[in-house]
């Protein structure tokens, strides 16, 4: 059966730019979030929420800022990216601020959150103004090499939190230095593997039915395990390292077509895990969490936050509590960052848990859409490579709140309490804006759309 091409629009076909669709979602988005800011003060107080029309008015002003920037820079861009990002966004929002009503989780953490949203949508509007051609990224990337490299070495130098070295604080201030090292090596990968894709496609000898490439071509992705491995022995940290490692595996086979590179990267991260899951403390214990979730119960010690988590998704059944009448508060300290899904899974049951799944798999969809659509090798590699983030982040955090993988303690994208990682996120986002635009543009003679 023949492959298909899809040929370039013929001359004098107006290409629709979508903007008025994109300004639409937008509006909806908004509208969905100050009504879940408010169902969640009706449920906690039986009164609207003081602030409601303030929350509505500034991340309404926040999204109407971004689309003028796309509709100005970006005026063929997929138009469900952006509105995609507010809604998770200001639905992130929502479910902190109904855990900051819970007295025993502390602190309120939402008005920070809007804080660093605000400061990611800034630098969103940065990108999509300053960065007219996302080609020249591939200028910087041993640039961006050393940069990733750099943050994802300095939090070593600095205490512990939560049993992992991720976290620089300093002053009362707080940061997440792999959070921005996971764009930057996107950036290096797409780089070097567009520039040395046709080497990295020889392969070597056979061994059984796997083909294997040769051992000068397998440095690379061996330097990559090791690295990874080594970010999980000393800064105790899972789920980064896996994020890596699956990223650089992952544009590896998109670059090269060999299912090969899959199969060594797997097994690599097998033997990798086992090994270091196996002789590292920490580690050692989410694995055994994983796999005996109850047995804190079994020593009457009580439900740990693992099992907690899963109660929460059983009370939430199909249709949910409701929002705002849930007890996910009961999971503790990390209800607002690794495990506040288990609250959308507790108060908005399967179904809105379904929803806000649905909404990932379409960012990732339109990202890889857009890579798929692009003309360059670099851009091609860098918006899969993007999207491929969020999708790996999405399967392991939900697999570890779920518990279907070992917990890694990362943050789901745009919903958990995390400045750093709103922020690349927005970071991610934009860049996908470009890329999409880029793929969607009309070539030189083609007829533009008004």
Known sequence: MSATITAAPPLGVRLPRRRGVELSLLVGAV???VYG?????????????????????????????????VRARAPYADPLLLPIAVLLNGFGLVLIYRLDLEPALGAEAAPTQLIWSTLGVGLFIAVVLV???????????YVSCAAALFAMVIPIFFPAVNGAKIWIRLAGFSIQPGEFAKVLLAVFFAAYLAA???????????????????????????????LSAGLLIVERDLGTSLLFFGLFV???????GRT??????????AVGAFAVGSVEPHVHSRVQDWLHPFASIDAGQGPNQLAQSLFAFGTGGLLGTGLGQGHSYLIGFAAKSDFILSTAGEELGMIGLTAIFVLYALLVARGYRAGLALRDPFGRLLAIG??????????????????????TGMAMPFLAQGGSS??????????LIRLSDSARRPLPGESEAS
């Open 260 to 269: 090969g590179w899959i199969a060594v990267g797997l097994l690599l991260a």
């Open 196 to 226: 040395n894709r046709h080497a990295l496609a020889y392969t070597g000898r056979q061994i059984w039915k796997l083909q294997l490439p040769t051992g000068r071509v397998l440095g690379p992705i061996v330097a990559v395990w090791l």
């Open 386 to 407: 993007l999207a491929s983030i969020l999708a790996l982040q999405v399967f392991v955090i939900a697999g570890g709140v779920m518990d279907l993988i070992p917990l």
């Open 131 to 141: 960065l007219r051609d996302h080609r020249l990224l591939s200028r910087y990337a």
């Open 37 to 69: 800011y408010a169902e969640v003060g009706l449920a906690e107080n039986g009164a609207l929420p003081p602030d409601a029309a303030g929350y509505g008015a500034g991340l309404g002003v926040l999204a109407l800022l971004a689309h003028v920037a």
């Open 31 to 33: 509208l969905i979030s």
């Open 422 to 431: 709103v922020v690349t996120n927005w970071i991610i986002v934009a860049l």
């Open 250 to 256: 992952v544009m590896l086979y998109v670059a090269t």
